[in-house]
């Protein structure tokens, strides 16, 4: 049978966590669905175990992941920990599978906080064994402690470059090289929206710290790089590129990469909710109001998955999110909603008042954008760019359609990592914005569930 929540808030991240606090606070039930078993997202994953010494190596805002999971502890919140969310409907009924069972329950409202992707980064060479994301070396540093040995490459754009190089060198790690992307004329872009990050001057004052951290452990930085191609016959062996001028050839055991995050529109994109396209960050994004709702009654969206902004923000969104549900289902009045919101409201722009500058000084750069015709753009059914802009030429208007003519975008990621990739080449092939453009129809099964699963159902939930 269904079961029936107040509340539900899928993800455990920074906004979910805060979300579930302030909600149960207000006395609200609360139900929060995770893939994870333990909380934190992926910025506080495995927080809640961290030791002195980790936390000394990931840096000292780790230990606010630890914090933020006090909230699983009050008395309105249930924790479901390691349950795949695969199907949520307009009606707010949501489907997951739990230890190989699937469950149903309905809930009075429900706060969407996914959290972000890391956008693909396609380049020749790049489905190697060997590269992988900047993303997967922080979850096998927070759940493994495990530090790349040999030789270490970081390449591409974005602070998480910077982050990982430095918590790899506390830790006694070694890296080879820095190779960065940022092309050189986004700091001239930039530099217009230099006020608002001197405003909110934490992230600069982080950014030349960890910048002093890599220099002083004396890791090569290469800057403004571009035309990267990973060589290697079974795994990557070199990494090429071009630097000043200059033509590099590095040897690579392990090479991570980098071009930022995107909102995790999955879910969002198949309850058919309105989206945005965001020109800075070059991706979707949900449209919300200014409680983080969408526009389908009772559900809301807090955190990255509304639009990249960082954890500490996602934190101050989840927090409004929880108290406008917390309003929503009678437990608090608007008085006190426009009260505790307050202070929320304006942490919250002081916060995103570094947003332009960064989303200006490390957008996606249009190589990776639309990557040269022997890139694999969608590496679950292996179709290339080149595939990809023969079939605009054949009439291939959109991303959905790539998936009749060549099959790009029906593989297991259903279009999580090539959508953005797929929408821009056909984008830059037909001369037309990317929004025009649109993304991929997402449809339940979001994750993947097994007939099995679907089976064990109530009859009344399979309909």
Same mark, same amino acid.
């Given at each position: 049978?269904?079961?029936? %929540?107040? #509340? /539900?808030?899928? @993800?455990?991240?920074?906004?979910? +966590?805060? !979300?579930?606090? *302030?909600? =149960?606070?207000?006395?609200?039930?609360?139900?929060?669905?995770?893939?994870?078993?333990?909380?934190?997202?992926?910025?506080?994953?495995?927080?809640?175990?961290?030791?002195?010494?980790?936390?000394?190596?990931?840096?000292?805002?780790?230990?606010?992941?630890?914090?933020?999971?006090?909230?699983?502890?009050?008395?309105?919140?249930?924790?479901?920990?390691?349950?795949?969310?695969?199907?949520?409907?307009?009606?707010?009924?949501?489907?997951?599978?739990?230890?190989?069972?699937?469950?149903?329950?309905?809930?009075?409202?429900?706060?969407?906080?996914?959290?972000?992707?890391?956008?693909?980064?396609?380049?020749?060479?790049?489905?190697?064994?060997?590269?992988?994301?900047?993303?997967?070396?922080?979850?096998?540093?927070?759940?493994?402690?495990?530090?790349?040995?040999?030789? %270490?490459? #970081? /390449?591409?754009? @974005?602070?998480?470059?910077?982050? +990982?190089? !430095?918590?790899? *060198?506390? =830790?006694?790690?070694?890296?080879?090289?820095?190779?960065?992307?940022?092309?050189?004329?986004?700091?001239?872009?930039?530099?217009?929206?230099?006020?608002?990050?001197?405003?909110?001057?934490?992230?600069?004052?982080?950014?030349?710290?960890?910048?002093?951290?890599?220099?002083?452990?004396?890791?090569?930085?290469?800057?403004?790089?571009?035309?990267?191609?990973?060589?290697?016959?079974?795994?990557?062996?070199?990494?090429?590129?071009?630097?000043?001028?200059?033509?590099?050839?590095?040897?690579?055991?392990?090479?991570?990469?980098?071009?930022?995050?995107?909102?995790?529109?999955?879910?969002?994109?198949?309850?058919?909710?309105?989206?945005?396209?965001?020109?800075?960050?070059?991706?979707?994004?949900?449209?919300?109001?200014?409680?983080?709702?969408?526009?389908?009654?009772?559900?809301?969206? /807090?955190?990255? @998955?509304?639009?990249?902004?960082?954890?500490? !923000?996602?934190?101050?969104?989840?927090?409004?999110?929880?108290?406008?549900?917390?309003?929503?289902?009678?437990?608090?009045?608007?008085?006190?909603?426009?009260?505790?919101?307050?202070?929320?409201?304006?942490?919250?722009?002081?916060?995103?008042?570094?947003?332009?500058?960064?989303?200006?000084?490390?957008?996606?750069?249009?190589?990776?954008?639309?990557?040269?015709?022997?890139?694999?753009?969608?590496?679950?059914?292996?179709?290339?760019?080149?595939?990809?802009?023969?079939?605009?030429?054949?009439?291939?208007?959109?991303?959905?359609?790539?998936?009749?003519?060549?099959?790009?975008?029906?593989?297991?990621?259903?279009?999580?990592?090539?959508?953005?990739?797929?929408?821009?080449?056909?984008?830059?092939?037909?001369?037309?914005?990317?929004?025009?453009?649109?993304?991929?129809?997402?449809?339940?099964?979001?994750?993947?569930?097994?007939? @099995?699963?679907?089976?064990?159902?109530?009859?009344?939930?399979?309909?």
């Amino acid at each position: 049978m269904t079961r029936h %929540v107040d #509340l /539900a808030i899928i @993800g455990a991240g920074p906004a979910g +966590l805060a !979300a579930a606090g *302030v909600a =149960a606070q207000a006395g609200v039930a609360t139900v929060v669905i995770d893939e994870q078993g333990a909380p934190g997202g992926q910025i506080y994953r495995g927080g809640e175990r961290a030791s002195p010494d980790v936390e000394g190596i990931l840096g000292p805002e780790y230990a606010r992941g630890r914090v933020l999971g006090e909230a699983l502890a009050q008395s309105l919140v249930t924790h479901v920990g390691r349950a795949i969310v695969w199907r949520v409907t307009q009606q707010r009924e949501i489907h997951l599978t739990k230890d190989g069972v699937a469950q149903a329950l309905h809930a009075r409202q429900i706060i969407i906080a996914t959290g972000a992707l890391e956008r693909a980064m396609p380049f020749p060479g790049w489905t190697l064994p060997g590269v992988m994301t900047v993303g997967a070396g922080q979850i096998l540093l927070k759940t493994a402690g495990m530090i790349p040995n040999g030789r %270490v490459i #970081l /390449a591409g754009s @974005g602070p998480l470059l910077y982050l +990982l190089s !430095a918590q790899y *060198v506390r =830790a006694g790690g070694k890296i080879s090289a820095i190779v960065e992307t940022t092309p050189r004329r986004n700091i001239l872009r930039a530099a217009k929206h230099l006020p608002g990050i001197l405003r909110a001057n934490t992230y600069l004052r982080k950014g030349i710290g960890l910048l002093r951290e890599i220099r002083r452990a004396g890791v090569r930085h290469f800057q403004a790089a571009s035309n990267l191609a990973a060589k290697g016959h079974g795994t990557i062996e070199t990494l090429r590129f071009v630097a000043n001028g200059i033509a590099h050839e590095l040897p690579c055991s392990l090479l991570f990469v980098h071009q930022g995050i995107v909102p995790n529109v999955q879910i969002t994109r198949s309850l058919r909710l309105s989206h945005d396209w965001d020109e800075l960050q070059r991706c979707w994004r949900p449209s919300l109001g200014p409680w983080g709702e969408t526009d389908v009654e009772g559900i809301s969206v /807090a955190g990255d @998955g509304g639009g990249i902004a960082g954890a500490l !923000a996602a934190e101050l969104q989840g927090r409004i999110a929880g108290l406008h549900a917390a309003n929503s289902l009678g437990a608090i009045d608007d008085e006190m909603l426009q009260r505790e919101s307050k202070p929320e409201r304006k942490a919250l722009a002081h916060q995103l008042a570094a947003r332009p500058f960064i989303d200006v000084l490390y957008g996606p750069t249009p190589e990776f954008l639309s990557p040269p015709d022997e890139t694999i753009a969608c590496r679950c059914e292996e179709v290339t760019a080149a595939t990809i802009r023969r079939c605009v030429s054949l009439g291939c208007l959109g991303p959905n359609q790539t998936k009749a003519f060549c099959r790009a975008g029906m593989g297991p990621c259903q279009g999580r990592f090539c959508g953005l990739t797929v929408a821009e080449i056909i984008a830059s092939a037909r001369g037309v914005p990317v929004a025009d453009v649109g993304y991929y129809r997402i449809r339940p099964p979001i994750k993947p569930v097994t007939i @099995g699963e679907l089976a064990a159902l109530p009859a009344d939930e399979t309909d």
